[in-house]
Nanobody
Framework: QVQLVESGGGSVQAGGSLKLTCIAS????????MAWFRQIPGQEREGIAA???????YYVESLKGRFTISQDSAKNTVYLEMNDLKPEDTALYYC????????????????????WGQGTQVTVAS
C-alpha cells in the first residue's frame, strides 16, 4: 500500500507559477516511480511528467520547458514546478505511484500506476 497526498494547488493569474508537492508513504521503495497527471472535466486524465529514482524523467511534449518534475527520495516527495501558467492548464492535478518496471513501458499511461492521490486543483485566470 502507498498513500499519496498532494498539495500546492490554487488560483493564479496567467503567467504565474505554482509548485505542487506530493508526499508518499508506505511501500514507496517498491512503487518508486512517480508521476503527475491532470484531468480537465469531461476529458481523459493526461500524463504530464514522471520520474524514477530521481533521474529518469518523462515529460509530455507540449509542456516541456514550462513544467519541471523533481524528486526528494529521502523525503518520499515529488514536486511539479509549473511556470508561465496558462488558462488551459486549469485542471485537477493528481500524483501517482507505480513499479518502475511497469511505468517504464509507458510513463504517460494511467494503467501503469497502482496508487493515486486525491488531487489538487489548479485554476489559472486569464
Amino acid at each position: 500500500q502507498v498513500q499519496l497526498v498532494e498539495s500546492g494547488g490554487g488560483s493564479v493569474q496567467a503567467g504565474g507559477s505554482l509548485k505542487l508537492t506530493c508526499i508518499a508513504s508506505g511501500y514507496t521503495y517498491i512503487y518508486s516511480s512517480m508521476a503527475w497527471f491532470r484531468q480537465i472535466p469531461g476529458q481523459e486524465r493526461e500524463g504530464i511528467a514522471a520520474i524514477s529514482n530521481g533521474a529518469t524523467k518523462y515529460y509530455v511534449e507540449s509542456l516541456k520547458g514550462r513544467f519541471t518534475i523533481s524528486q526528494d527520495s529521502a523525503k518520499n516527495t515529488v514536486y511539479l514546478e509549473m511556470n508561465d501558467l496558462k488558462p488551459e492548464d486549469t485542471a485537477l492535478y493528481y500524483c501517482a505511484a507505480g513499479r518502475p518496471s511497469r511505468v517504464s513501458l509507458g510513463p504517460h499511461l494511467t494503467q501503469n500506476y497502482d496508487y493515486w492521490g486525491q488531487g489538487t486543483q489548479v485554476t489559472v485566470a486569464s
